[in-house]
């Protein structure tokens, strides 16, 4: 079985670097990538993929393997060249030993559990006043950190998209406000913690509404955006929110390329095309965070 696994990896980084289609092994999010890339005047140049095997169930006639795959992806851009990294976390299905279905398997999203009217209390006015200046380059430091791993500090969730930027957030200087009531404000504490703070539609309508402590002003255009600001996605675009990235960097035409945790991605581009929760539907959010010290100076 791992062998055969070895094998699929090798066939998708093969994908990756040709133009040649192999009709056994073909991966359409690969495709994906490989089409926006060229959107963009992008190309993969080389790639690599790393696997694990996770767990295994064995059953008299099936076994199922879980595994994640680490992929490195070598962007050439103009005169740019960069890496972009994602992990997926996989299932592969095998009868008899033979290898016969093999899927991404992407977490029930933690949205489904809230509803809409409690994610969109927390954009309120509150009592507490605080001020703060937003370190946009620790921000991101800490983005690079952890993007393929979990800072024991904080909760882990299984859909841990909003939690993982809510923490970069905060080391870039963005203090906690609201607790202990979950509905209002931003912040986490021991094991408790405000909707903004872990679910994508409870951020997106809490960064432009807050009126104190960390907040955000939309902006129209992804290029508009700086290192450390926020996208918001709506997939299917029926106005509810799904996945929350950060912005760590910029592409060769100015572009942001983002961070995000479910599926562990480094310097992705923005638009997020060759997601396998993409659709033609799809809606964005451009957040920049409001900087206080900045926004005072400009009065």
Known sequence: MRKQLQHLLEERVQQCVSDKRNPVHHCKVIEQKKESNSKRSAEIVKAKAIGKINSKMEGEEFTEVFY????QYLIKQKNQMYIEEEVEKRKAKFYKGVLVEDFHVYPQSLDSLKTTSEDREGGEELEERQSYRYDRLKAVRYAERWWNDYN????????????????????GGAPMLGYPNRSKGWWMRSDNWSFSWSVA?????????????????????PEELLLGDVICYDFQGDGRFDHTTIVTGKDGNGMPLVNAHTTNSRMRYWAYEDSTAYTTNIKYKFLTIVDDQKDGAKK
């Open 68 to 71: 994640s795959v680490h992929y």
């Open 152 to 171: 024991p500090a904080y909760k882990q969730f299984d859909v841990d998209c909003t939690n993982y930027i809510s923490q970069c957030l905060h080391s």
């Open 201 to 221: 539609n409870s951020m997106r309508w809490y960064l432009p509404g807050a009126k104190t402590g960390l907040r955000a002003r939309e902006v129209g255009s």
